[in-house]
């Protein structure tokens, strides 16, 4: 009886792990002034036909915290590259060097910053929300092992620890946030 309740704990756990990947992941593309290759996460470029990740296409590096170079590894697709990132509508403007792209990533004004700062906040609740699920899910499977006959005193347990890694996960996500909007905030 014991190994389904912890199957159900780890099934909560697992869920509120990806929960906390995702908002992760999203945190990076929000970018708060400093230049990172992530900034360019998403775009897409018309390889030969084909839609390709711009990382599988070029290398991206940031010298400095205000500019990203783009290589491509076939320059005859550098025009392609470019044009991806401009339809990629993330405010930036490459500038076509002939071999590299470079793209100086302009300062963050107070109001993006504000702007920028709600968004994180969307995206940590969303994640809080992904964290309930998984908690709901958890506590359905718990009254499903009560009623194939765990005893009540061991569903009762799991529910408690199920809650107290929900309390968890929820905590980290307010901490992650805080770091984040003291990240977008400091200028």
């Not at 697992?14 to 906390?20: F, P, Q, V």
């Not at 964290?131 to 718990?142: G, K, L, T, V």
């Not at 009254?143 to 107290?164: A, H, W």
Request: charged share 35%.
């Amino acid at each position: 009886m014991i190994e389904e309740c912890q199957f159900v704990y780890d099934f909560a756990k697992e869920g509120m792990d990806k929960s906390m990947q995702h908002l992760e992941k999203e945190f990076q593309k929000i970018r708060a002034g400093k230049a990172s290759p992530d900034m360019l996460e998403g775009v897409l470029v018309d390889y030969y036909g084909v839609m390709t990740p711009l990382n599988q296409t070029a290398n991206i590096t940031s010298p400095d915290a205000r500019q990203i170079i783009v290589q491509p590894w076939d320059k005859s697709v550098i025009h392609a590259i470019e044009k991806a990132i401009m339809a990629a509508n993330l405010g930036f403007n490459p500038k076509n060097e002939g071999e590299v792209l470079r793209i100086i990533v302009p300062t963050v004004t107070e109001q993006r910053r504000r702007d920028l700062v709600k968004q994180a906040k969307a995206e940590a609740e969303d994640t809080k929300v992904g964290i309930r699920n998984s908690r709901r899910s958890a506590n359905d499977e718990a009254k499903k092992l009560e009623k194939e006959g765990v005893p009540e005193d061991d569903v009762k347990k799991l529910q408690d620890d199920i809650q107290k890694l929900t309390d968890d996960y929820i905590e980290k996500v307010d901490k992650i946030f805080e770091k984040k909007e003291k990240d977008i905030m400091t200028i």
